[in-house]
């Protein structure tokens, strides 16, 4: 596609539920990576895959986060057992291995 | 890990004037800065970037410049205008379509 394409834009969960959030990068990005973004603040690094591989994953803040990326193309972030700091802005991005990233629009999660 | 401070958090000025962002690094290492521009409730996009091997980058109104011995990058705009209002956020890595550490954001609001 022309773009990162992220879905949902805003998901609202109860406290204690699952969420998956979904990113399609651009065709033939081989670097996807994820970001949380606290509401003014900028974007920290979650987790980073080549291809299928799951290269860094250090920025994940708790066991309860999940990324996976079996293809090499599209990307799911799995939250578990969502608790209210876990809301913010999730923003995928992806690159050619010598680009600077293009970013998707986000998701907006709400744990309520 | 690298750790990224951008100043000023808030920065208004008039339309036409110029405005300066400053941003420093920690890890040596890191040679490659870009400069990011979000507005509300959007995607951050790349605006400008430059590599360790250069001093100064220009692009129209917006330039940045980087000292490597200082380890501090600035972004300048000249000629402000009211589109220009947004917040700005710095960025370090160590090489471009890497892990990404970002200042915390400058929010420029250009005054007509």
């Known amino acids: 596609g022309a773009g990162v394409s992220q879905s949902p834009r805003y998901k609202v969960a109860k406290r204690g539920q699952d969420v998956a959030l979904r990113c399609d990068p651009i065709?033939?990005?081989?670097?996807l990576f994820w970001y949380q973004q606290a509401l003014g603040q900028g974007p920290e690094f979650l987790t980073y895959?080549?291809?299928?591989?799951?290269?860094?994953k250090s920025g994940l803040p708790s066991d309860r986060f999940f990324a996976e990326r079996p293809e090499g193309s599209v990307s799911t972030l799995k939250i578990q057992r969502t608790q209210q700091e876990d809301s913010a802005v999730y923003l995928c991005?992806?690159?050619?291995?010598?680009?600077?990233?293009?970013f998707g629009s986000g998701t907006r999660l709400t744990v309520v | 890990g690298e750790n990224v401070e951008q100043h000023p958090s808030t920065l208004s000025v008039q339309e036409g004037d110029s405005a300066v962002i400053k941003c420093t690094y920690s890890d040596s290492a890191s040679n490659y800065f870009p400069w990011y521009k979000q507005e509300l409730g959007k995607r951050p996009q790349l605006i400008i970037d430059i590599r360790s091997n250069v001093g100064e980058k220009k692009d129209q109104r917006i330039a940045v410049t980087l000292n490597k011995t200082a380890k501090h990058f600035s972004l300048h705009i000249t000629e402000t205008q009211p589109e220009d209002s947004a917040v700005y956020f710095c960025a370090a890595s160590k090489a471009s379509g890497s892990r990404l550490t970002f200042g915390e954001g400058t929010q420029l609001t250009v005054n007509p």
């Open positions: 065709s033939g990005h081989v670097s």
């Open positions: 895959f080549q291809n299928e591989a799951q290269l860094d």
């Open positions: 991005a992806s690159s050619l291995a010598s680009d600077g990233y293009t």
